[in-house]
């Protein structure tokens, strides 16, 4: 007999399905936010390696943010994961916004990524 999925887990799978089928071939951007804290990573899911990441735990970010878990460091993260990707020559990924809605940190996140560079 199969588990039953919470709807936290219902969600991530259906996103990571419709962009399965959109990508593409493109690298995912993937967001995970905590309590404390906002984490991302391009994932390149054919070679099934991480190709950049970026968090607010970091330590040359703790020190300039006050806290991490406002949208303050959501920019912040968003600005540092597409610098990283654009060194490593990723220029278009598919966002993943896990099963977090496009609001408040996530959205700051995406946006400052977009600015930095990455097209999605």
Request: proline share 2%; charged share 30%; aromatic share 6%.
């Amino acid at each position: 007999m199969a588990q039953k999925l919470s709807l936290e887990d219902r969600r991530r799978q259906r996103l990571r399905y419709q962009l399965k089928l959109k990508s593409g071939g493109r690298p995912r951007l993937s967001v995970y936010r905590s309590g404390k804290h906002i984490y991302a990573q391009v994932i390149d899911d054919k070679a099934g390696h991480t190709v950049a990441a970026a968090s607010s735990i970091e330590k040359d970010m703790r020190g300039s943010l006050k806290t991490g878990a406002d949208k303050d460091a959501a920019t912040a993260v968003g600005k540092l994961v597409a610098e990283r990707a654009l060194a490593a020559g990723v220029t278009a990924v598919v966002f993943d916004r896990g099963p977090y809605l496009y609001h408040g940190r996530v959205k700051a996140l995406a946006e400052a990524a977009r600015e930095g560079g990455l097209s999605f």
